[in-house]
């Protein structure tokens, strides 16, 4: 067990610590994880003749390829120059090297003791097993640590590290400090598959279907959502996924294994069709800027009924996928809900008193009550 002075720090209902570990730390606990990196073979032959200081063998050795990894590639240059600043700094003595915290994630919850009278002042506890910890934000600098040939890098390195993040927060946490922060391209994070973005099944398909809806150029909500916090879209990525990790847990609980690979294999075909059914159905208010149709809210609840309009299709075409039997079974909504129903300053707003979250649970339930009629 490592143990380690930390301030626990409360940001709307997140915690975290603020700690520093050894050079010696990271090397123990740190797992490195890129999408990929040249090999020593290859860094032979580009310094056929040349002597390193870096040992790219060893430091290989400690960075791993995986299938969920969505770091970008290591940068050898920058490997260079700040092993190179980290031996300047050694030798002036003038500069600290790393002044700056890394961040980093834990893989499980750790163990914090207050000490004295301020209860978010204490000791941090973390097993000592390499991987424990994975690095989001300074992984170059800490990975410069580790590339020297001669002796370790004698240093602390401030860290800021949260143990309380889900497979989803990590990755929009990662997308937010690089896409946002750094040069690197945000296309490159939001259009990774969702598989290797998302460890979680019903996750990582959520991703990949939401990002079908904003990319496609027949997709009537083409750049309207806002993928993991990137874009122009209005509309947020995160509470559309959450509805149809719900569905599809539904999906899979009472249909089984092989129903929701099904969905696997075509819910980005249902979700189209869906919506564009949808917008044939209700033009006006599809395309009008005076109506609420496209909000999260509503999305929201288009998404929740969607098993429904499965069956109704699936009684109509046989497919609960096909565009033609999904327009058939939500024909009783252009008759029963109306347009008039999303117009934002008219029975929109009118039901909106109960919030949001009231407002999705109220249009669900008179979407589906709408379906019922023959």
């Not at 050795?61 to 490997?79: N, V, Y």
């Not at 939001?190 to 460890?199: N, P």
Request: net charge positive; with cysteine.
């Amino acid at each position: 067990m490592i143990t380690v002075p930390a301030h626990k720090v409360r940001q709307f209902g997140v915690e975290f610590y603020q700690t520093s570990f050894t050079a010696g730390d990271i090397q123990k606990l740190v797992r490195f994880e890129v999408l990929n990196y040249p090999s020593v073979e290859e860094e032979k032959r580009r310094k056929a003749g040349k002597t390193s200081a870096i040992n790219w063998e060893l430091l290989e050795k400690r960075i791993g390829r995986s299938e969920a990894a969505f770091q970008r590639p290591m940068i050898r240059k920058k490997i260079r120059e700040l092993v190179q600043y980290y031996s300047d700094c050694q030798e002036a003595r003038n500069l600290p090297a790393i002044p700056g915290a890394v961040i980093m994630i834990a893989e499980r919850r750790l163990t914090f003791s207050p000490i004295g009278k301020n209860s978010n002042l204490g000791m941090l506890q973390i097993p000592e097993e390499l991987g424990i910890l994975r690095c989001l934000d300074g992984q170059h600098r800490l990975l410069a640590l580790s590339a020297q040939t001669e002796k370790e890098v004698g240093i602390d390195v401030p860290a800021v590290l949260f143990d309380s993040l889900d497979p989803r927060q990590t990755v929009e946490l990662f997308v937010t400090i690089n896409a946002k922060h750094t040069r690197l391209n945000p296309s490159h994070l939001i259009s990774l598959a969702g598989r290797r973005l998302y460890a979680d099944r019903y996750q990582a398909l959520a991703h990949d279907v939401i990002r079908e809806l904003n990319e496609e150029e027949s997709s009537p909500l083409y750049g309207e959502i806002k993928i993991l916090g990137v874009g122009k879209g209005r509309v947020s990525q995160a509470s559309l996924a959450d509805e149809m990790v719900d569905l599809f847990n539904s999906i899979e609980k009472l249909g089984g294994k092989e129903r929701l690979k099904g969905f696997e294999q075509n819910g980005k075909r249902f979700f189209l069709n869906y919506f564009k059914a949808i917008l044939a159905l209700f033009p006006k208010a599809w395309g009008g800027r005076k109506y609420s149709i496209k909000t999260g809210a509503a999305l929201r609840a288009f998404i929740r009924v969607s098993p429904d309009v499965m069956a109704e299709s699936k009684k109509l075409r046989n497919d609960f996928f096909d565009y033609f039997g999904i327009r058939e079974a939500i024909k009783p909504w252009g008759e029963r809900i109306g347009e008039s129903r999303f117009e934002t300053e008219g029975e929109w707003r009118n039901k909106l008193a109960g919030g949001t979250r009231g407002t999705v649970e109220l249009l669900t339930r008179e979407l589906r009550d709408a379906l019922k009629v023959s």
